[in-house]
């Protein structure tokens, strides 16, 4: 079955730097790749997602990349604000429309 | 308001004892899932619904049992056959097909502990 991996565990960065997290899969069937943001005790909520036949995606700070050759897939924030400190996670479609999320990245960002 | 009511919010069980999370839904979607949350090992999906009186098995599947009565509601159930049930357990729902129509809606989730 598909298997997610989610890369770093933590992540910490200066206000306004930029911040990457990377996730690698395994089927090369999967064609839909969300990403989630998680704050402290709330709920996750889908922020930006991709489908296989887009390369890259943005909205305002926040854009994602996909490589299918490679099969991995990148999230990218530029000018990072405290208000981006949460825990977010990646995931990817199986065949049977099942989401497989990856372990998860803590950020903090720093005043 | 629409959206995803979990109950309860926290949960205390004795070891043995069965025990039933609820999940409510008044976004008329068609689709429900379970998650389990553990700290370093992400969302891992236990059970899901995509019709009425129909479920599948999801990758941890075992120690727990759904029932798919009405289209607003999947309640989960912890059996004492679980062997390690303490968790945060999160429910979600979609419009259809996941591939279609993409976003997955949470609840806001149960934490479950064992004594």
């Known amino acids: 079955g598909e298997n997610v991996e989610q890369h770093p565990s933590t992540l910490s960065v200066q206000e306004g730097d930029s911040a990457v997290i990377k996730c690698t899969y395994s089927?090369?069937?999967?064609?839909?790749f969300p990403w989630y943001k998680q704050e402290l005790g709330k709920r996750p909520q889908l922020i930006i997602d991709?489908?296989?036949?887009?390369g890259e995606k943005k909205d305002q700070r926040i854009a994602v990349t996909l490589n299918k050759t490679a099969k991995h897939f990148s999230l990218h924030i530029t000018e990072t604000q405290p208000e981006d400190s949460a825990v977010y996670f990646c995931?990817?479609?199986?065949?049977?429309?099942?989401?497989?999320f990856g372990t998860g990245t803590r950020l903090l960002v720093s005043p | 308001d629409g959206g995803i009511t979990q109950s309860p919010k926290y949960l205390f069980r004795k070891e043995g004892q069965n025990v039933t999370l609820s999940c409510e839904q008044n976004?008329?979607?068609?689709?429900m899932y379970w998650y389990r949350q553990d700290p370093g090992q992400g969302l891992r999906l236990i059970y899901y619904s995509q019709i009425v009186n129909d479920f599948q098995k999801g990758d941890i599947a075992e120690g727990y049992s759904v029932s798919r009565e009405k289209k607003e509601s999947f309640p989960l159930t912890v059996t004492s056959a679980q062997k390690n049930p303490t968790a945060f357990y999160l429910c979600?729902?979609?419009?259809?097909?996941?591939?279609?129509?993409?976003?997955?809606?949470f609840g806001e989730g149960s934490r479950l502990t064992v004594l």
């Open positions: 991709i489908r296989s036949n887009v």
């Open positions: 976004l008329n979607h068609d689709a």
């Open positions: 979600a729902s979609s419009i259809g097909g996941l591939v279609d129509t993409g976003e997955l809606f």
């Open positions: 089927d090369s069937a999967s064609n839909y």
């Open positions: 995931a990817a479609i199986t065949g049977f429309q099942k989401l497989v």
